[in-house]
């Protein structure tokens, strides 16, 4: 089975411009998560999808949002980028939330200039 | 507020020697807990977790947990350390009183150095 995909993986922006990232998870998944990981504040939640619908967001400014398609698929989309939004950012994919385990696809190496 | 603690930033272990992993927790119910592990310039690899019932957890390449309820913690051993075992080893959990809104919060990790 096809582990998480992540698309683009490496991005260079320049600040002010928008990004939309791509995430497909594993077949048969139906929740998607995304974290922004960074040297400095480690792994933070951004949001958690489940059938289409927002089940959580973290504390991260409105810049940052995201959705989930029919086929489960997910994007997330940073607007107005800002050099502090240069980051790793991961998707992890679950059967379901709550107590099942979350596969994490190898990242978007954000970097804003 | 649900919140994880990893109090070291690194461990020494040698290769042979058994290595422990420490993590504590905070969540108003019951705790949803696992481990997980990154390798250089990759996402995160689920290790291990505990949801319910025994309180020692087996997981992958030879990982066992222990939950201990009184402590608030789930600290990450293994018998005897390998030197492919140094990586980034995350702790989270997930608060299971807070039904759908709840969310996984991982600790800040714990580099794992293993030397021969």
């Known amino acids: 089975k096809a582990g998480v995909t992540q698309t683009p993986r490496y991005l260079i922006k320049t600040r002010g411009q928008q990004v939309t990232l791509s995430c497909s998870p594993i077949?048969?998944?139906?929740?998607v998560s995304w974290y922004q990981q960074t040297p400095g504040q480690g792994l933070q939640f951004l949001f958690e999808y489940f059938s289409e619908t927002q089940r959580n967001k973290g504390n991260f400014p409105g810049r940052f949002s995201g959705r989930q398609f029919s086929n489960s698929r997910s994007e997330m989309n940073v607007s107005t980028l800002e050099l502090g939004d240069s980051a790793l950012y991961l998707c992890?994919?679950?059967?379901?939330?709550?107590?099942?385990?979350?596969?994490f696809g190898p990242g978007t190496r954000l970097t804003v200039t | 507020a649900q919140s994880v603690a990893q109090p070291e930033d690194q461990v020494n272990v040698a290769e042979g020697n058994p290595l422990t992993v420490k993590c504590t927790y905070s969540v108003s119910g019951n705790p949803y807990l696992f481990w997980y592990v990154q390798y250089p310039n990759r996402g995160l690899q689920f290790l291990l977790k505990y949801i319910t019932g025994d309180n020692l957890v087996k997981g992958s390449y030879g990982f066992e947990a222990e939950f201990n309820k009184s402590q608030t913690s789930f600290h990450l051993k293994k018998p005897s350390a390998l030197v492919s075992d140094s990586a980034l080893y995350f702790c989270a959990v997930r608060d299971s009183n807070t039904g759908t809104a709840s969310k996984l919060t991982f600790g800040t990790g714990t580099r794992l150095q293993v030397t021969l």
């Open positions: 077949s048969g998944h139906r929740s």
């Open positions: 992890a994919s679950s059967l379901h939330f709550g107590t099942y385990e979350q596969y």
